[in-house]
């Protein structure tokens, strides 16, 4: 389902991005975020025994609740590989923690590559990462939510497409 939609291809963002294969409407599901669910507390404790885990940890994971990852082991599993934009044509979509879905923010035409803003779903006050996404509107750093500025903040609350632990938290 997922090949005839998107693949992996040289990106000018980092290395390797995810780009579309024919047009995606506003609103369709791109892919479901595959992976295992990890607690915050199993996380702690793999960052002070497995340091080699934990950066791929890092890499591939995806915040999903509170206290709750979720973390797909399988490097090449095509959902690791969307890059960050701070213009994103896409946004993560979490039913439940095992149902994560990305979603089309806007129409993408083919052979666009495909991104979200990580900030959305960050809210662990650990990773940052330099922004390469050369939008007009780049911040130039990828932070967790509570740093975007309040403009961006509302104008990705106003589409409606923030996870509830980030609403919960910011939004009360
Ligand atoms: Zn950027």
């Known amino acids: 389902m997922k090949e ?40 702690d404790k793999l960052e002070s025994k497995n ?12 915040q999903v609740d509170k206290d709750l990852f979720l973390f797909s082991k399988k490097i090449d599993d095509i959902d ?14 979490i039913k439940s923690p095992k ?4 979603i089309a ?12 803003d990580y900030s959305t779903t960050m809210y662990n006050d650990r990773w ?8 007009k509107i780049c911040r130039k750093v990828i932070r967790e939510f509570k740093y975007l500025p309040t403009k961006i903040k509302n104008k ?9 632990f980030i609403l919960e938290q910011f939004f009360n």
């Open 99 to 102: 149902e994560v879905f990305l």
């Open 51 to 62: 340091k080699e885990l934990f950066e791929i940890f890092d890499k591939y994971s995806l």
């Open 128 to 135: 940052t990462s330099k922004c390469k996404c050369k939008s």
């Open 4 to 43: 005839e939609k998107i693949e992996v291809r040289k990106s000018k963002i980092d290395n390797l991005g995810v780009f579309a294969k024919r047009n995606i409407k506003k609103g369709e599901v791109i892919l479901k975020f595959e992976g295992e669910i990890w607690s915050r507390k199993k996380v």
């Open 156 to 164: 990705y609350y106003k589409k409606n497409i923030l996870p509830k």
């Open 105 to 116: 923010l806007r129409n993408v035409k083919k052979n666009e590559e495909i991104t979200f």
């Open 80 to 93: 690791n590989f969307v890059n960050h934009s701070c213009n994103p044509n896409s946004y993560v979509y």
